[in-house]
């Protein structure tokens, strides 16, 4: 399949995909004395249950919970079924003892659904039933609010984190739509959890900010990391055939603006190059990626680096995105706005416009050709500034509108944070150099941004995204017990 032929982004969260555990409470102790009452709640619950199914999630629905030993059951059923998330439907009162032990066996972040059935109890019909019992039976599958304060309680001085929301069962947009970032939010964490990134070559030598602590990435993220020898993508271009290479070609004309001026002899080992990329990212099973080497003295890798740049821009549209310069902290930024669906494409600050109070943001290298504005050009270089060899590269702007970025962020307690802003690609001249620039446009103007921005002591790149998706990027951090910030 042609990288013409794909979606924008990547939805992928790896083998098995996200499983999203649910169940609801109540007290066995009602059932005998108010007829239909359960019913009636497990009816509520198999309505959550339908309203969180969607592509590529399995809900895994235990069912109602109504007592100590059915709590320790449930538990466990969803341990064994490996949910990454759990939604408890408070659906009447129920006791704190039987819902501790379904969040303690299975060990996952769970979101407290507090949701009335209906905007309000109709007063009017209610106090006409004229049964007492019939009234508090009514009474009860109205009442979910009543045992959240106690459940709260109990998972504060448990250490258990957990996260609530409080809304109506149906026609409630705002409720539903938070509902449905946590959703995402736990697939972009499952997806980074069974992703491989691959890291090729070495640190740009003196960019001391982007150095990280690989293992910190693991532990925080579940990435799996496979390094990466150069030589083995050169191995990979002498394997390439001829035809491999034309048809490659072929698709650089179709998803490419390539201009004129671009030598076929560079053209062809673009192609070769990202032929060989592909290959390797199979091989490796890889789902994002890191690279910088500077290929000097040795002809063939530097011949292969030189070249990469088309090849790893048109993986980065395939939902695989690829830092340079070894840049690992951003390749996690990228690969976190890829699976929102945002695309993520590599950046840094170019230039600070004060005139139009914009900031103009790129960076040389690829570029998440699924995001551009129109489509992206290809134009030859004779030098890469900072770095060895000449060839091909690309030129485009992020799709103008709302946009997100995120930085991730190494701090000096050796934790990681997420660092993430919102602004407008805003059309206007940008620098027709053969990298990637855009525009951008902050509520707070350029100066307070880059004051903001820069007091969080983030690298000097970050991924940039379309839409505005700090809130689901907030759950994220959220669900990984990581620390989000937005400047803006």
């Known amino acids: 399949m042609t990288s ?13 995909g996200l499983r999203i555990g649910l169940f609801g409470i109540g007290l066995d102790t009602y059932w005998p004395q108010f007829a239909g ?16 199914a969607r592509p590529g ?8 919970v109504d007592n100590p030993d059915r709590a320790r059951t449930a538990g466990s059923e969803l341990r064994r079924a490996e949910v ?24 996952v972040p769970v979101i407290v659904l507090n949701l009335a059935p209906e905007p309000a109890i109709d007063y009017a019909t209610f106090n006409k039933l004229g049964d007492r019992t019939r009234m508090t039976g009514d009474w009860l599958a109205h009442c979910a609010a009543c045992p959240v304060p106690e459940i709260a309680n109990v998972f504060n001085r448990a250490g258990i984190r957990f996260h609530q929301i409080t809304g109506v069962l149906d026609n409630d947009p705002v409720c539903w739509d938070e509902i ?8 972009v964490a499952a997806g980074m959890a069974n992703n491989r990134l691959g890291l090729m070559g070495h640190y740009y030598g003196g960019m001391l900010d982007i150095y990280s602590d690989v293992t910190l990435q693991c532990a925080t993220f579940g990435t799996h990391i496979e390094m990466l020898e150069v030589e083995e993508l050169v191995a990979l271009r002498r394997a390439v055939a001829g035809a491999d290479i034309a048809a490659r070609v072929a698709e650089f004309r179709e998803v490419f603006d390539v201009q004129p001026d671009c030598g076929e002899d560079d053209l062809l080992e673009a192609a070769r190059t ?28 530097e011949a292969a680096i030189s070249s990469i740049i088309l090849g790893t821009s048109l993986l980065t549209g395939r939902g695989v995105p690829v830092a340079g310069e070894y840049e690992v902290k951003n390749a996690q930024a990228m690969k976190i706005m890829d ?3 945002a695309g993520g494409s590599f950046t840094e600050y170019y230039a600070m416009d004060f005139a139009d109070d914009v900031v103009l943001m790129g960076h040389d290298g690829p570029g998440h050709i699924k995001i551009a504005q129109g489509k992206t050009k290809v134009r030859p270089l004779k030098v890469y500034h900072g770095k060895v060899g000449r060839g091909v590269s690309v030129e485009m702007a992020v799709r103008h509108g709302p946009v997100t970025l995120l930085s991730v962020v190494e701090t000096r307690d050796g934790k990681l944070r997420l660092l993430c802003a919102e602004a407008e690609s805003v059309p206007g001249p940008v620098l027709e150099i053969g990298n990637t620039n855009s525009r951008y446009r902050f509520s707070c103007g350029a100066r307070e941004f880059v004051n903001r921005w820069n007091s969080h002591g983030p690298a000097h790149h ?10 689901k990027i907030d759950k994220l951090g959220r669900l990984l017990g990581i620390e989000t910030i937005r400047v803006c």
């Not at 013409?4 to 098995?16: E, F, K, L, Q, Y």
């Not at 449905?180 to 697939?187: H, I, N, Y």
Request: aromatic share 6%; charged share 15%.
């Open 37 to 52: 009452l359960k019913e009636r709640l497990e009816g509520y619950l198999a309505r959550v249950a339908q309203k969180l």
């Open 4 to 16: 013409s032929n794909i979606p924008a982004v990547s939805s992928d969260t790896g083998p098995g």
């Open 339 to 341: 699976l929102f669906g």
């Open 84 to 107: 990454d998330l759990i939604f408890l439907h408070v659906t009447t009162y129920a006791l704190s003892s039987t819902v501790l032990p379904v969040v303690q066996r299975a060990k």
């Open 57 to 64: 999630v399995e809900v895994v629905n235990v069912g109602l």
């Open 462 to 471: 970050c991924a940039i995204g379309v839409g505005h998706i700090s809130a």
């Open 180 to 187: 449905d970032a946590w959703v995402e939010a736990a697939r």
């Open 274 to 301: 990202s032929v060989a990329l592909d290959r390797l990212v199979a091989a490796r099973r890889l789902g994002s990626m890191a690279y910088y080497h500077m290929g000097s003295g040795v002809a063939d890798c």
